[in-house]
């Protein structure tokens, strides 16, 4: 959160778990008919894509969930509500490939915490509902100690097919994370190097024989008033001692690094890159809330905020892909009521940025509610995907949205029809289609060029995107380049407005009408403030391999709402 966290770093303290599957339209065959698949599951890092070695390298996407196992009663949220298993297939039902599992480092330390049941535990914070909850739902782990129930979540999800990314949220259990908590960098109270090593070590060992924990994440989010970067290259010590610790002790895992600040800042790789004695499994983690801006979203311009951020990730993280490492945007989410203005705002623009650059993520959280957060019994997580008893997604229209991201949009190495584009659209979580001039799914998104002089043209014809009169479906027309109707310009401080000139002269930006028709508006909210909502006009021009839209011309023209269009060109 780049330095001026304001008064929204209490709820920094976001905790949180990741969990990995692959979610690889390919991968999914090969699960389905190998059984050794799953077993020799081991991550690589190729470039900036992470990639499955076994299976001819071919890239493997992160799309997990954080479930939280790191609060006061360490153990994994929701044993009370629902059994294990049913948890674990529902993350897989709601498309997610991998978890995010956080955990409190002094589970692997202490080993009179790590040694007392669960029933011990939930009962000493006088959660006896809880206690009755898991004796309904999980009677086999009520009264194991809870390095065992933390064992049997991670079979549980090994055992169907959820990759998993361990990840240590803290040391002492609790809500995480505040600037002096005392968990926040090399030398607080309760982060002493030497003993978060050895933990990481033991946690490395413990779980080598699970197939699909493919990554750890070393530590969450660095930060509090000991961190600078002199002390961090002080303290890069441990870290890479650690690094080293975890690959030497388990090979196959991706070891996962953050940086500081809350884990917003990792500019300082761009001149001191981190460097260590093995290659091809270093991921580098990257977190991203509305509240990392204050209340930026609702008090300034969206396309302001969100093109000034979008150069802030670039800085402080983005130029890590171009220096061949993945970047894991392990936590960012939002307050899934919709009521939160400042988050539907942040939203849009982090999806338009994910969906470009294809990130591995991991969405906070899982949790539909608490055994015990801050004081505060069975506290509902209005960022959660599961509800209050952890039985139905909490919205699912908010789980449709973001669902393109759960695909690859890139699959470099496996692509059948090469490199295109396709138009995406933020707001809706929409493409536009191969067989309308309408947003649909991106499964089925047309396939498009699109040309240094600004032409969107579909591949393989020489039929372009062709502004219109205000108010009407762009056209789909050939005279392309020949006027400026046909020249797409990514304008406003976002860059994700496309601008075209109609043929009156008349500056106008793609929008979308109330049927999720593509048409040409007058451009808005250029610089209104925050009551002007860009985000209908809102699109992103993506690279892609993976959508095989062969969007043959004939089926264009034949297709009643273009054919018009087409022949008024
Ligand atoms: C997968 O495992 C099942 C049960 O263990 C077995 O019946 C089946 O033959 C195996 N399939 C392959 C392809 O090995
Ligand atoms: C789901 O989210 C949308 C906006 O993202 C909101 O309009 C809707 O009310 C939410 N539904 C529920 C049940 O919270
Ligand atoms: C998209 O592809 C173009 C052409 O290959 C490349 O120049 C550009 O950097 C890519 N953009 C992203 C975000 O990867
Ligand atoms: C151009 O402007 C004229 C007059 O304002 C209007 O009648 C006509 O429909 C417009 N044409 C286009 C392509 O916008």
Same mark, same amino acid.
């Given at each position: 959160?780049?330095?001026? !966290?304001?008064?929204?770093?209490?709820?920094?303290?976001?905790?949180?778990?990741?969990?990995?599957? /692959?979610?690889?339209?390919?991968?999914?065959?090969?699960?389905?008919?190998?059984?050794?698949?799953?077993?020799?599951?081991?991550?690589?890092?190729?470039?900036?894509?992470?990639?499955?070695?076994?299976?001819?390298?071919?890239?493997?996407?992160?799309?997990?969930?954080?479930?939280?196992?790191?609060?006061?009663?360490?153990?994994?949220?929701?044993?009370?509500?629902?059994?294990?298993?049913?948890?674990?297939?529902?993350?897989?039902?709601?498309?997610?490939?991998?978890?995010?599992?956080?955990?409190?480092?002094?589970?692997?330390?202490?080993?009179?915490?790590?040694?007392?049941?669960?029933?011990?535990?939930?009962?000493?914070?006088?959660?006896?509902?809880?206690?009755?909850?898991?004796?309904?739902?999980?009677?086999?782990?009520?009264?194991?100690?809870?390095?065992?129930?933390?064992?049997?979540?991670?079979?549980?999800?090994?055992?169907?097919?959820?990759?998993?990314?361990?990840?240590?949220?803290?040391?002492?259990?609790?809500?995480?994370?505040?600037?002096?908590?005392?968990?926040? !960098? !090399?030398?607080?109270?309760?982060?002493?190097?030497?003993?978060?090593?050895?933990?990481?070590?033991? %946690?490395?060992?413990?779980?080598?024989?699970?197939?699909?924990?493919?990554?750890?994440?070393?530590?969450?989010?660095?930060?509090?008033? #000991?961190?600078?970067?002199?002390?961090? *290259?002080?303290?890069?010590?441990?870290?890479?001692?650690?690094?080293? #610790?975890?690959?030497?002790?388990?090979?196959?895992?991706?070891?996962?690094?953050?940086?500081?600040?809350?884990?917003?800042?990792?500019?300082?790789?761009?001149?001191?890159?981190?460097?260590?004695?093995?290659?091809?499994?270093?991921?580098?983690?990257?977190?991203?809330?509305?509240?990392?801006?204050?209340?930026?979203?609702?008090?300034?311009?969206?396309?302001? %905020?969100?093109? #000034?951020?979008?150069?802030?990730?670039?800085?402080?993280?983005?130029?890590?892909?171009?220096?061949?490492?993945?970047?894991?945007?392990?936590?960012?989410?939002?307050?899934?009521?919709?009521?939160?203005?400042?988050?539907?705002? *942040?939203?849009?623009?982090?999806?338009?940025?994910?969906?470009?650059?294809?990130?591995?993520?991991?969405?906070?959280?899982?949790?539909?509610?608490?055994?015990?957060?801050?004081?505060?019994?069975?506290?509902?997580?209005?960022?959660?995907?599961?509800?209050?008893?952890?039985?139905?997604?909490?919205?699912?229209? !908010?789980?449709?949205?973001?669902?393109?991201?759960?695909?690859?949009?890139?699959?470099?190495?496996?692509?059948?029809?090469?490199?295109? #584009?396709?138009?995406?659209?933020?707001?809706?979580?929409?493409?536009?289609?191969?067989?309308?001039?309408?947003?649909?799914?991106?499964?089925?998104?047309?396939?498009?060029?699109?040309?240094?002089?600004?032409?969107?043209?579909?591949?393989?014809?020489?039929?372009?995107?062709? /502004?219109?009169? %205000?108010?009407?479906? %762009?056209?789909?027309?050939?005279?392309?380049?020949?006027?400026?109707?046909?020249?797409?310009?990514?304008?406003?401080?976002?860059?994700?407005?496309?601008?075209?000139?109609?043929?009156?002269?008349?500056?106008?930006?793609?929008?979308?009408?109330?049927?999720?028709?593509?048409?040409?508006?007058?451009?808005?909210?250029?610089?209104?403030?925050?009551?002007?909502?860009?985000?209908?006009?809102?699109?992103?021009?993506?690279?892609?391999?993976?959508?095989?839209?062969?969007?043959?011309?004939?089926?264009?023209?034949?297709?009643?709402?273009?054919?018009?269009?087409?022949?008024?060109?």
């Amino acid at each position: 959160m780049g330095g001026a !966290f304001r008064s929204y770093l209490l709820f920094l303290l976001l905790p949180i778990l990741l969990i990995l599957h /692959a979610t690889i339209l390919h991968n999914h065959c090969h699960h389905n008919n190998d059984n050794n698949t799953v077993a020799d599951l081991s991550l690589f890092t190729n470039s900036r894509w992470i990639v499955d070695d076994r299976n001819n390298g071919e890239r493997v996407k992160l799309s997990c969930v954080n479930w939280v196992s790191h609060l006061d009663a360490a153990v994994a949220e929701g044993l009370s509500k629902q059994p294990v298993d049913v948890i674990s297939k529902k993350i897989l039902e709601m498309g997610f490939n991998c978890v995010r599992l956080t955990y409190p480092l002094f589970l692997f330390t202490d080993d009179k915490l790590g040694s007392t049941t669960m029933r011990q535990s939930l009962q000493k914070l006088g959660l006896s509902g809880s206690v009755a909850g898991v004796q309904v739902n999980n009677p086999s782990l009520v009264d194991l100690p809870l390095v065992n129930v933390f064992q049997e979540v991670v079979s549980n999800l090994n055992k169907n097919n959820v990759m998993i990314i361990l990840d240590n949220h803290l040391s002492k259990p609790g809500w995480c994370c505040n600037d002096n908590d005392g968990n926040g !960098f !090399f030398g607080d109270l309760y982060f002493d190097p030497e003993v978060w090593v050895e933990g990481i070590g033991r %946690v490395a060992s413990m779980f080598k024989g699970y197939n699909n924990v493919v990554g750890m994440s070393l530590r969450n989010e660095l930060r509090g008033s #000991r961190q600078n970067l002199k002390t961090w *290259y002080k303290y890069v010590y441990p870290l890479k001692t650690c690094a080293e #610790r975890v690959h030497a002790t388990n090979p196959s895992v991706l070891v996962i690094i953050s940086g500081l600040n809350y884990d917003l800042d990792l500019s300082f790789l761009q001149t001191n890159p981190v460097s260590l004695s093995f290659s091809n499994k270093l991921v580098f983690e990257i977190h991203w809330y509305g509240f990392s801006d204050g209340d930026d979203w609702i008090t300034g311009n969206s396309n302001e %905020v969100c093109g #000034r951020v979008i150069d802030r990730i670039t800085n402080n993280a983005l130029f890590l892909l171009d220096q061949g490492y993945p970047l894991f945007m392990s936590e960012w989410g939002v307050d899934q009521r919709g009521t939160n203005d400042n988050d539907n705002r *942040y939203l849009n623009c982090l999806l338009g940025l994910a969906a470009e650059y294809d990130l591995d993520w991991a969405l906070w959280t899982l949790v539909g509610s608490y055994y015990y957060r801050e004081g505060v019994i069975g506290m509902e997580e209005s960022y959660g995907l599961l509800n209050w008893n952890w039985g139905e997604p909490r919205n699912s229209s !908010f789980l449709k949205k973001i669902s393109p991201l759960q695909s690859p949009f890139q699959a470099p190495g496996l692509s059948s029809i090469g490199e295109h #584009r396709v138009l995406f659209h933020p707001a809706t979580g929409l493409c536009m289609q191969s067989h309308s001039l309408s947003l649909g799914p991106c499964s089925d998104a047309v396939a498009l060029d699109y040309t240094p002089e600004n032409i969107l043209s579909v591949k393989g014809t020489n039929h372009c995107i062709q /502004a219109n009169k %205000v108010h009407m479906p %762009v056209r789909v027309g050939t005279m392309c380049g020949e006027d400026s109707s046909s020249k797409w310009e990514a304008i406003s401080a976002s860059k994700m407005h496309l601008s075209s000139k109609n043929k009156n002269d008349t500056i106008v930006c793609l929008d979308i009408d109330s049927k999720n028709i593509i048409v040409t508006n007058i451009c808005k909210c250029l610089s209104e403030g925050y009551p002007c909502d860009p985000s209908s006009q809102w699109f992103k021009v993506i690279n892609s391999t993976s959508f095989s839209i062969a969007p043959p011309i004939i089926g264009l023209s034949q297709h009643p709402v273009l054919e018009g269009f087409i022949s008024n060109s």
